[in-house]
Structures are given as C-alpha cells and as structure tokens.
C-alpha cells in the first residue's frame, strides 16, 4: 500500500494568494484529516471526515479555510486568501471504522511557506 | 478542558542508556491513548495504542503503559535510530475522532 499521499510537498507562496493542498487517503479508509502542525501550537486537528462527510470542522480557524472530500479517494484544503501566520506543516490521516479508537495513518504532510 | 502534556520537552541519552518519557492526561473520558514517534520532515507514525489502566504493550525497545492518569514509553538500551520526537495523544468520549495531541519529547540518542 502506497499509504497517505499529498501533494504538493512543499508550496512557497504570497500573502493574498490561494492555496490548494491535496490527499489522497489509504485505499478502504473511512475516516480522513486535516492538521497543521507549528512549533508554537503543536499538532492540532482542523477537520475530519466520514464517508465523505465532514464531521467536525472546529478547528478551522477561519473561513479563508475549506475542506471538500468530493470522492472516497480525494480531498482538498484550500486557503484562501492566504496570510504569512498560515504557514506550518499540514498534514492529511486517513483511518478504518471500527468499533473501538483506530488509530491514524498520516501523510508525509505539505510545507507551506505564506510571505 | 482536556489536556495532554509531555515531559521532558527533550531528552539526550548515551546509546543503551533506558529512560522513560511520560505523558499526563486530564480528559473527560479516555477511549483511547496513542503514541506515534515522528522523525524530522515526516508524518507521525503509529507506535501504540493503550486503552485501559494497567495496559502494557512492546515493540522492539520500545513499551508503553498506562495508568488512570499518565501513560509512559519506556526506551531500553537505545540505539541512535530510536532519536525521533515522540508524540502522544488522547482520544475522549466527547468525540470519536479528535486526538488531543502532546507537545512531544525529543529524543536524542548519541553513540
């Protein structure tokens, strides 16, 4: 299995521009995520989906972020318009249903650059 | 509020030198707590998952425990391959997929 996918791996881009970074979950996985990782604030979750629909988007900071999963093998977090305070590490996870905590697979995640 | 802390902030061991690393938890309800080791420039990936006080599980030289408030990942006769950052995360009642992450321990093993 190829595991988590991302791309890109590292994006370098302007204040005002829009973002788009992309997953592409664990074959047969229920469950994926969105989070960002900074040396200030840690590892923190933004969203996560089941089945294609997001469950929980609590930790979005603000509307310029939105997360899509269109199909079972595709999901996208855009930023827009982007600041410099964005930038940090994103990473996806993606994980199986069952009946107790599964735990998580993450990507390699995405370096996003905001200047 | 729900909080994970990790202690030390970061460790530097001599190879074969075992020490511990501790995790403390205050959630409303645990379901489940999980260790991922991270190296630099990559994701985390999954060590272990502990469910219940008393619950012990090993990996190599690694093992993880777990009481009602804390959790340990015990590291025996390290090797420098073991340094990495070491995260772990707690998983509540309150909802099935929000991992409440620790700030991690940096782990630094010299020859």
């Known amino acids: 299995d190829a595991g988590v996918i991302q791309s890109p791996r590292h994006e370098v881009t302007e204040m005002g521009q829009e973002v788009t970074l992309r997953c592409k979950p664990i074959?047969?996985?229920?469950?994926l995520f969105w989070y960002r990782q900074t040396m200030m604030r840690g590892l923190e979750l933004l969203i996560y989906?089941?089945?294609?629909?997001?469950?929980?988007d609590s930790g979005m900071p603000e509307d310029r972020f939105s997360a899509k999963m269109p199909n079972a093998s595709f999901s996208t977090l855009k930023i827009q318009p982007s600041e410099p305070r964005d930038s940090a590490v994103y990473f996806c996870?993606?994980?199986?249903?069952?009946?107790?905590?599964?735990?998580?697979?993450f990507g390699p995640g995405t370096r996003l650059t905001v200047l | 509020e729900d909080q994970v802390t990790q202690s030390p902030e970061a460790l530097r061991l001599q190879e074969g030198e075992s020490s511990s690393l501790n995790c403390s938890y205050t959630?409303?309800?645990?379901?489940?707590l999980f260790w991922y080791r991270q190296d630099p420039g990559k994701g985390p990936e999954f060590l272990f998952t502990?469910?219940?006080a008393g619950e012990e599980k090993e990996k190599e030289r690694l093992k993880a425990t777990l009481t009602k408030k804390e959790s340990f990942l015990h590291i025996t006769a390290p090797k420098p391959e073991d340094s990495a950052t070491y995260l772990c995360?707690?998983?509540?009642?309150?909802?099935?997929?929000?991992?409440?992450f620790g700030a991690g321990t940096q782990v630094v093993v010299t020859p």
């Open positions: 996870a993606s994980s199986l249903a069952g009946l107790g905590p599964r735990e998580q697979f």
């Open positions: 074959s047969g996985h229920d469950y």
């Open positions: 989906f089941n089945n294609n629909v997001p469950i929980d």
């Open positions: 959630v409303s309800g645990l379901r489940g």
């Open positions: 502990l469910y219940s």
């Open positions: 995360a707690a998983l509540t009642t309150d909802s099935w997929g929000k991992l409440q």
